[in-house]
Nanobody, 123 residues
């Protein structure tokens, strides 16, 4: 199983980025796909999750109204659109897969992890 995250980069405050996570190696139809982020010295925090089968999404308060998570079943890919970015959104963003349906916030329940992609927001 492999999760390949990409799309990070440097952007000015107020700008947007779209992160992608390509999943391979098994069928993820019964999984929840999540995004987490981490900055140095801090714990990895939940950002958003999507149920692969029905597309239901859930967002952390910090992401509501600014980030949009979606999936493309044909491409086995989930997308996290980051909009209205703030300097405090600067972090390494990780995609992950949990073998459960529904809302999965606890990072310990995620079985597979991608390598992370760095998002830097300048002020």
């Amino acid at each position: 199983v492999q999760l390949q995250a990409s799309g990070g980069g440097l952007v000015q405050a107020g700008g947007s980025l779209r992160l992608s996570c390509v999943a391979s190696g098994r069928t993820f139809s019964s999984y929840t796909m999540g995004w987490f982020r981490q900055t140095p010295g801090k714990e990895r925090e939940f950002v958003s999750a999507i149920n692969w089968s029905d597309g239901n999404t859930y967002y952390a308060d910090s992401a509501k109204g600014r980030f949009t998570l979606s999936r493309d079943n044909a491409k086995d890919t989930v997308y996290l659109l980051l909009s209205s970015l703030k300097p405090e959104d600067t972090a390494v963003y990780y995609c992950a897969a949990a073998p459960y349906s529904g809302v999965v916030i606890d990072r310990s329940r995620y079985r597979y992890w991608g390598q992370g992609t760095l998002v830097t927001v300048s002020s």
